[in-house]
């Protein structure tokens, strides 16, 4: 059975993975079906809050690494961990605002 090459998009149902050829040289896209309806709906939603969260993510950087900080988190991974802290805030942010702006979240948040 064949996918059709669609990039994933607000439907979240399809996920395009690069795939390295045998032969080393040559990488093409595969498209991957999302079946989990909650992991479909997450990526969907991320998608959706992609710019917010780009827009937003800065003021998260410090607290991020803060918190690894206070955790006392070696170095090599408090950057990992800064990234997901990050994300969850950004994302957190990003949803409950278009949750509350509705269709007006898009001039706020793009």
């Known amino acids: 059975m064949s996918l059709p090459d ?3 998009g607000t ?6 993975i690069l795939h390295p050829q045998p032969s ?9 079906a999302v079946t989990h309806t909650h992991i479909a ?6 998608t ?4 917010g969260i780009y ?7 410090f607290l991020g690494y803060d918190i690894g900080a206070l955790l006392h988190i070696i170095a090599p991974l408090r950057i990992p961990f800064s990234a997901i802290v990050i994300l969850v805030c950004s994302w957190c942010i990003v ?9 007006r979240a ?3 948040l793009g």
Do not use: E, Q
Not at 11 to 16: A, K, M, S, V
Not at 48 to 51: E, R
Not at 55 to 61: C, E, G, P, R, W
Not at 95 to 103: E, F, I, S, T
């Open 6 to 8: 669609k990039p994933l």
């Open 11 to 16: 439907d979240g149902t399809f996920l395009d």
């Open 24 to 32: 080393g040289n040559d990488h093409s896209m595969v498209s991957a």
């Open 41 to 46: 709906a997450w990526l969907s939603n991320l």
């Open 48 to 51: 959706v809050c992609g710019f």
């Open 55 to 61: 827009m937003i993510h800065y003021f998260f950087v």
């Open 95 to 103: 949803a409950a605002l278009r949750r509350l702006l509705g269709h």
């Open 106 to 108: 898009v001039y706020f």
